[in-house]
C-alpha cells in the first residue's frame, strides 16, 4: 500500500486546496461536464461526483489519469498529485542541469542552425533563456532596462520604450500575442501570465510606425510581424517548436520561437 506524502516535504508546492476541488476546477476550466469527463476517463459519473465532493479519495493511478484527460500541464500535473497525498512525479530542473545537456544542445543546434533568421527560446513566462545571433541587431534602440535579464519577450515586444514604436502593424500583431497569451492562460491558469496579460494590456495599441506603412497581404494564412528597421520593413511569420514527449517540467515549459522572412526582400535583407 502506498505511503500518503506530506505536502510540506516539496518546498513551494503548499497544498491549500482539495484534489476535488482542483478536479472539479480543470474540469471546468475545460468546458467538461462530469459525464464527458467520466466517459472518456472510463469511470461512472457517480464516482466522479465523489472524487470532486471529496467523498471519494482518488489514487495516484486515477489523478494521472483524470490529469491526462483534462490535458493538465506537468507541473500542474504535479500539484494535483501533492494535493491527492502522493508524491510529484515529474522533476523540475535548471536547463544548465547536466540531465538535459542533450535537450539544451538540441535548442542550441536549432537556434543556430536557423540564422540568418532569428529565433529564441523562451520558457512557461515568456522569459528568453537564449537567442541566436540574428536576434541582436533587431533590437536596437529598445530601451536598455528591458534588456536586463530575466527579458520577457512579450513585455519588450509591446512596450511603447521596446519595439512597439518599429511595429509597422502593431494594432495587429498586439492582438495576435494578446489572444495567443490569454489561450495559454486558458491552458494554464497560470496567475503570473493573468498578471502580464493586464499589464500588457495597458499599453498603448498604436506606435509610431503604424502610420509609416500599411498591412501587407498575406492571403490571411499568417499574422505578420512587421518591423521597421534601417534596411527597410522587415516581415515575418513565426512557428512554435517544443519538445514532443517531456517527462520534466521546465523541457515542458520550453519553447523555440523561430521567424521566417514572409517576403523575398526580408529574406535578401537578412541574408545581407
Known amino acids: 500500500m502506498e505511503r500518503p506524502f506530506r505536502a510540506?516535504?516539496?518546498?513551494?508546492?503548499?497544498?491549500?486546496?482539495?484534489?476535488?476541488?482542483?478536479?472539479?476546477?480543470?474540469?471546468?476550466?475545460?468546458r467538461l461536464t462530469q459525464l464527458d469527463l467520466a466517459s472518456d476517463a472510463e469511470i461512472s459519473t457517480r464516482h466522479l461526483s465523489f472524487l470532486e465532493t471529496g467523498r471519494a479519495q482518488p489514487s495516484r493511478e486515477m489523478v494521472l489519469k483524470l490529469a491526462e484527460r483534462l490535458q493538465v500541464p506537468l507541473r500542474e500535473q504535479n500539484t494535483l498529485l501533492v494535493a491527492a497525498g502522493f508524491a510529484p512525479v515529474y522533476p523540475e530542473r535548471r536547463l544548465s542541469d547536466p540531465a538535459l545537456d542533450a535537450a539544451r544542445r538540441a535548442v542550441d543546434l536549432v537556434l543556430k542552425g536557423h540564422e540568418p533568421y532569428p529565433a529564441l527560446a523562451v520558457d512557461r513566462h515568456w522569459t528568453m533563456v537564449t537567442a541566436n545571433a540574428a536576434v541582436?541587431?533587431?533590437?536596437?534602440?529598445?530601451?536598455?532596462?528591458?534588456?536586463?535579464?530575466?527579458?520577457?519577450v512579450l513585455r519588450l515586444s509591446l512596450h511603447p520604450k521596446g519595439l512597439?514604436?518599429?511595429?509597422?502593424?502593431l494594432p495587429e500583431w498586439r492582438a495576435h500575442l494578446l489572444a495567443r497569451l490569454h489561450n495559454q492562460i486558458e491552458a494554464t491558469a497560470d496567475a503570473t501570465l493573468t498578471a502580464l496579460l493586464e499589464e500588457l494590456r495597458r499599453y498603448p495599441a498604436h506606435g509610431a510606425a503604424t502610420s509609416r506603412t500599411g498591412t501587407r497581404d498575406y492571403a490571411g494564412i499568417v499574422v505578420p510581424f512587421e518591423l521597421v528597421t534601417e534596411a527597410g520593413t522587415l516581415a515575418f511569420f513565426s512557428t512554435t517548436t517544443v519538445f514532443g514527449t517531456p517527462v520534466d517540467v521546465t523541457l515542458a515549459e520550453l519553447a523555440v520561437e523561430a521567424f521566417f522572412p514572409a517576403d523575398a526582400a526580408t529574406a535578401q535583407a537578412l541574408q545581407k
Request: no cysteine.
Open 164 to 169: 512597439a514604436p518599429r511595429i509597422a502593424n
Open 8 to 30: 510540506g516535504k516539496v518546498p513551494g508546492m503548499a497544498n491549500t486546496q482539495s484534489i476535488g476541488g482542483h478536479i472539479r476546477e480543470w474540469r471546468q476550466r475545460r
Open 136 to 152: 541582436a541587431p533587431l533590437l536596437a534602440g529598445v530601451d536598455a532596462e528591458l534588456l536586463k535579464p530575466p527579458v520577457n
